[in-house]
């Protein structure tokens, strides 16, 4: 399976920027849909986007749409988020995931294809 490691994460000001990185190894990197999830404390890890082997399809969460971006760079294995218009609900660790299925509709991870998550806060 593939391994994944989350890094980009830190603290901003509400309306600040940051761009998350998820560099993959061990497996194929473009055979594989890819999502980034993210869980605050107390609450239900969450979807925030997802982007298909190719790059060709992406989809997100209503609460980000229109700030966060996703894509990926499969000859540098690694699939990036740019998060712009920060809010402070975004507080969250933040995970990537390989090989999940996802639609407009639904979204669900691969088992045992998480990354170790990295940190974001933002300040109001």
């Known amino acids: 399976q593939v391994q994944l490691v989350e890094s980009g994460g830190g603290l901003v000001q509400a309306g600040g920027s940051l761009r998350l990185s998820c560099a993959a190894s061990?497996?194929?990197?473009?055979?594989?849909?890819m999502g980034w999830f993210r869980q605050a404390p107390g609450k239900e890890r969450e979807f925030v986007a997802a982007i298909n082997w190719s790059g060709q399809n992406t989809y997100y969460a209503d609460s980000v749409k229109g700030r966060f971006t996703i894509s990926r760079d499969n000859a540098k294995n690694t699939v990036y988020l740019q998060m712009n218009s920060l809010k402070p609900e975004d507080t969250a660790v933040y995970y990537c995931n390989a090989g999940g299925k996802y639609s407009g509709s639904y979204s669900v991870p691969s088992l045992g294809s998480w990354g170790q998550g990295t940190q974001v806060t933002v300040s109001s």
């Open positions: 061990g497996r194929t990197f473009s055979s594989y849909n």
